[in-house]
């Protein structure tokens, strides 16, 4: 990056500093059956002092709620509407008057974000997507205009996986497959629109699969540790900043040096199934924390790739949500519990010192699990519910329910949840490795307690 435009991205970031003080938000999900009303969230949000929150939809409800706040709101487009959109400027224009001009000026609508990581699904749907993302954002930046509505910007979130090459960032560099009739049009959008690249940035993931090789100290931000890039000499303290650069290094290999990040998700879990080292409530806390002084620093300190360009950040998430599939991690993120109480003391503003906060319990699994794992029926889980999880994996192909006939080894005790633990036990052990979780809807979890039970033998997976 020539000093030219390294003075030109100074000047900016000088002026967006002014313009907010803040550039922390939260996202807010609402994958769970447990959590508050939407009124007691945006009071919840409001207490926190959160400037700006991100909807996964246009959810009424709470686009009225946010009314007359002083939180700004970004709001989005779901997935399954973006190929209509595409191709329909009626549709497009009918989704900007239903859902965002109805709430316009009360309700601080900043930003329309058009699907949610579009590029990471490789169906043949989520491929079409590919192709629909783009023409879907030009849309609806034209029915904003068409409605005179010139206070929002338009932009699509995107995970890191986009990227084919991140380490070291100068090496950052888009995937092949998208590279040409997707990620060029889209940086052509967002700079002709003056947008920003919406990335969600998750160190967790990097150092929970490599955790003796990256220092769990660098992905905190907790310093005593510096990495030079050998292809651009710089020098990084953190692996956000890292992840981040490589994003920006990617879109200046293709022309576009100039166009402005902002974090669309980050954060880290506070808890997680055995095989997911590192989650827990003492790095998720002090991960937020160490993120939000960053990004609240004035003047900004950027990244090592632009320094002083402020990054307009959301944290994920404001709840647990227990409805999320997947591993646990998924369904562990909350800055609060679904009772609304805090899973750890946090300061949205940045003002407050490490030395503010209460003590935190220690973290025991920052080192990876060795041992034997199985997947067993959560207690009290819902028979009914048991039995069709059941019936539905022993008719999968492959998965081998025999040793529950009568009269076979595990046939007793005769119990639904027995059985149910033996059959999720085999087929998680038998397809973890090619993506299963122990979660079958919210039916089981993982344990070291061997469940085995005289000549039924239940197979395990083995850390």
């Known amino acids: 990056m020539g000093l030219l435009a390294v003075f030109l991205l100074w000047l900016l970031s000088l002026s967006r500093a002014k313009a907010s003080n803040n550039n922390i938000g939260v996202n807010y999900g609402q994958l769970g059956n447990n959590l508050p009303s939407p009124y007691l969230s945006i009071e919840l949000l409001t207490?926190?002092?959160?400037?700006?929150?991100?909807?996964?939809?246009?959810?009424?409800?709470?686009?009225?709620?946010?009314?007359?706040?002083?939180?700004?709101?970004?709001?989005?487009?779901?997935?399954?509407?973006?190929?209509?959109?595409?191709?329909?400027?009626?549709?497009?224009?009918?989704?900007?008057?239903?859902?965002?001009?109805?709430?316009?000026?009360?309700?601080?609508?900043?930003y329309l974000l058009v699907g949610n990581e579009v590029l990471s699904s490789y169906s043949e749907q989520g491929r079409q997507m590919w192709r629909d993302l783009v023409p879907a954002m030009q849309m609806i930046k034209r029915s904003l205009k068409a409605l005179n509505i010139s206070s929002i910007k338009v932009g699509t979130p995107l995970a890191m996986d986009v990227l084919e090459s991140t380490f070291p960032p100068s090496r950052g560099m888009f995937r092949y497959e998208i590279r040409d009739n997707v990620i060029i049009p889209l940086l052509n959008f967002l700079n002709r629109t003056k947008s920003f690249f919406f990335i969600d940035v998750y160190p967790y993931f990097p150092w929970s699969q490599n955790p003796y090789n990256i220092s769990l100290d660098f992905?905190?931000?907790?310093?005593?540790?510096?990495?030079?890039?050998?292809?651009?000499?710089?020098?990084?303290?953190?692996?956000?900043?890292?992840?981040?650069?490589?994003?920006?290094?990617?879109?200046?290999?293709?022309?576009?040096?100039?166009i402005p990040l902002a974090i669309s998700e980050t954060g880290w879990p506070n808890s997680g199934d055995i095989d997911e080292p590192g989650a827990n409530i003492f790095n998720a806390a002090t991960y937020n924390r160490n993120l939000i002084q960053r990004m609240t620093t004035n003047p900004p300190l950027g990244t090592p790739a632009r320094p002083g360009v402020p990054i307009p950040t959301y944290i994920f998430s404001l709840f647990?949500?227990?409805?999320?599939?997947?591993?646990?991690?998924?369904?562990?993120?909350?800055?609060?519990?679904p009772d609304g109480t805090p899973v750890y003391q946090i300061d949205l503003t940045g003002k407050s010192a490490a030395a503010d906060f209460g003590p935190l319990p220690p973290p025991k699994n920052?080192?990876?699990?060795?041992?034997?794992?199985?997947?067993?029926?959560?207690?009290?889980?819902?028979?009914?519910?048991?039995?069709?999880?059941?019936?539905?994996?022993?008719?999968?192909?492959?998965?081998?329910?025999?040793?529950?006939?009568?009269?076979?080894?595990?046939?007793?005790?005769?119990?639904?949840?027995a059985h149910a633990s033996y059959v999720f036990s085999s087929y998680w052990s038998k397809f973890r490795s090619q993506g299963a979780t122990c979660y079958f809807n919210g039916l089981a979890q993982q344990t070291t307690s061997n469940p085995s039970r005289g000549p039924c033998k239940f197979p395990s997976a083995t850390l």
Request: charged share 20%; glycine share 6%.
């Open 366 to 417: 920052n080192v990876p699990y060795k041992g034997r794992v199985w997947c067993v029926a959560v207690k009290g889980a819902n028979a009914m519910e048991l039995e069709a999880a059941l019936t539905y994996t022993c008719n999968q192909s492959n998965v081998n329910c025999d040793g529950l006939a009568p009269g076979r080894e595990c046939y007793e005790p005769v119990s639904i949840a």
């Open 219 to 258: 992905a905190l931000f907790r310093g005593g540790l510096s990495i030079r890039d050998p292809g651009s000499a710089l020098v990084y303290t953190n692996l956000l900043d890292q992840m981040l650069d490589s994003v920006i290094f990617a879109m200046s290999k293709l022309g576009f040096s100039n």
């Open 47 to 110: 207490k926190m002092k959160a400037r700006h929150v991100k909807l996964y939809d246009a959810n009424p409800d709470i686009l009225n709620l946010l009314s007359n706040r002083k939180i700004q709101v970004s709001v989005m487009v779901p997935n399954n509407e973006i190929s209509n959109i595409a191709v329909n400027r009626r549709a497009a224009e009918e989704w900007v008057r239903n859902n965002v001009l109805p709430y316009l000026p009360k309700t601080k609508i900043r």
């Open 320 to 337: 647990d949500e227990n409805q999320k599939p997947g591993p646990g991690t998924e369904r562990h993120w909350g800055l609060l519990h």
